[in-house]
């Protein structure tokens, strides 16, 4: 799924905007509070609380749960399951106060290094090294990277991963005597774009994001970002949003979103993209690659008519993010080896397996491990897009996404607590802009600001 989104915060009525000075759970909360539904259940001492986003792979992992892993170990397994903003809100007021209610939760490699640093979460390398049949190995090394702490310890694993890439009709390009390179660059995307925009009525040339969100708009932007020259910081937090590479990127996506994007891109986010390429609205669409399992599904009308090719770049080798959902044990938690046995199952090749033969391998939590890819069964349904999702995942590298050296890890993200707020405030202008509401130029202007008050603080940090 794509990365996860957060709400605003309100903007002072004139003066210069601020990125307030946020603790580290302020900073990760989510906005909403109402729909929690009721805390864990009992808890006895075979039981372990799961508090999990209800994304359609963990409702299903919910369902085969009793029937299989508390069948085999004995471990009942009590689920809080709560839609994506409502579940990091609350996880992170249980993991910052180590309350101990839950024993498991689910993060993504944005929260875990963060949380690790904090001590909320606990370290997994001797759960991993006394259960081989785990096979860690066999977990893509990007996303074991991605889900250890500064310490060099890993602190999550992996339920399904992503990363980014091209989408594209491969009917519609055939038909204008186009051919898509496996490795495009962004101007032969954008004059692709041009060539085929009304190709078909009302089909658009690309779809992109421009709904306002760190992780929306912001989600594909910044690997436009990073691979154009740009960077939200350099290595010793000099703010760089008014920078050259990073204006060059924002104006070549508004550009190419306004001239031959979708209707309503200042609101179009993941789902409505989705949307417009399966309903035949767009030609192109460069996102998760996650979506193509639903581009691919039975009932999708443009089953077998998409083609994939690499996230496209300019300066860099390659633009693809990395994302996944991913398992954590609290460190307060006092059940660590049950908690452990679930993880170990949950994120197993033979919960894969299970998943497979019980709901059909479509429905596999894929993105993670290098067997997946190598799996006959899985690959029946997935040849179209499995090589392409495994070459972007394993190539994208979140602390070298760039030309320069980062100050923080992430792609698609600047892994500190501050970033949701910035990225979100930085993205309402660019949503602007592309709604012809404002220039680029006084977007990124504004941005530069709310960065540079970010800046300042670490600044600060470093030279005590």
């Known amino acids: 799924m794509p990365a996860a989104e957060l709400r605003p915060t309100r903007r002072p009525v004139g003066g210069r905007r601020t990125v307030p000075v946020l603790t580290l759970t302020a900073a990760l909360t989510l906005s909403g509070c ?18 999990m986003v209800n994304n359609p792979q963990m409702v299903d992992l919910q369902q085969l749960t009793a ?3 508390t069948a085999e170990t004995g471990i009942n397994v009590n689920f809080t399951v709560l839609p994506e903003n409502d579940v990091r809100d609350k996880i992170s007021q249980e993991f910052s106060s180590q309350a101990g209610q839950y024993d ?56 399904y991963g992503e990363s980014s890439f091209l989408m594209y009709r491969k009917d519609v390009l055939d038909a204008a005597g186009i051919t898509m390179p496996a490795n495009p660059t962004w101007p032969e995307v954008a004059d692709i774009a041009a060539q085929v925009d009304g190709a078909e009525p009302g089909m658009a040339g690309i779809c992109l994001r421009g709904q306002p969100g760190w ?26 949003v008014d920078g050259e590479g990073f204006e060059k990127a924002t104006q070549f996506y508004v550009d190419l979103v306004r001239e031959h994007g979708e209707v309503g891109a200042p609101q179009a986010g993941f789902t409505e993209c989705l949307n ?3 309903q035949g609205n767009a030609a192109m669409w460069y996102d998760a690659t996650s979506a193509a399992g639903s581009l691919e599904a039975d009932d999708s009308p443009v089953k077998g008519k998409i083609g994939y090719a690499a996230a496209p770049v300019v300066e860099t080798a390659s633009s693809g993010w990395l994302y996944a959902w991913s398992w954590s044990i609290q460190q307060a938690s006092e059940k660590k080896d049950a908690a452990w046995q679930f ?12 998943v497979g033969n019980e709901l059909g391998w479509s429905s596999v939590p894929a993105g993670k491990r290098a067997s997946t890819y190598e799996n006959p069964d899985y690959l029946a349904v997935a040849s179209a897009f499995a090589g392409p999702t495994l070459s972007a995942i394993q190539s994208a590298d979140p602390n070298n996404p760039g030309v320069q050296p980062r100050p923080a890890p992430g792609i698609q993200f600047v892994g500190i607590p501050e970033f949701p707020d ?3 405030q930085v993205s309402q202008d660019v949503s602007s802009a592309i709604a012809g509401r404002m220039s680029v130029h006084d977007a990124l202007e504004r941005g530069q600001q709310l960065a540079e008050d970010v800046s300042e603080r670490y600044q600060e940090r470093e030279a005590k």
């Open 422 to 424: 910035l990225g979100t």
């Open 67 to 69: 029937d299989n892993f």
């Open 215 to 240: 992780g929306q708009v912001f989600a594909p932007l910044t690997t436009v970002v990073n691979t154009f020259g740009g960077t939200w910081f350099e290595k010793d937090w000099q703010a760089r």
């Open 34 to 51: 109402a729909g929690w539904g009721g805390g864990p259940g009992g808890g006895g001492p075979d039981t372990i609380n799961v508090l």
């Open 276 to 278: 417009n390429l399966i």
């Open 104 to 159: 498991v939760a689910t993060l993504s490699n944005f929260e875990i290094p963060i949380y690790a640093r904090s001590g909320w979460i606990a370290p997994l390398d001797d759960y991993v090294a006394a259960d081989p049949e785990f096979d860690q190995p066999d977990i893509l090394g990007p996303l074991t990277e991605s889900l250890s702490g500064d310490d060099g310890k890993l602190y999550g694993e992996p339920f």
């Open 343 to 354: 993880i170990s199952w949950a994120s197993s090749r033979q919960y894969e397996e299970l």
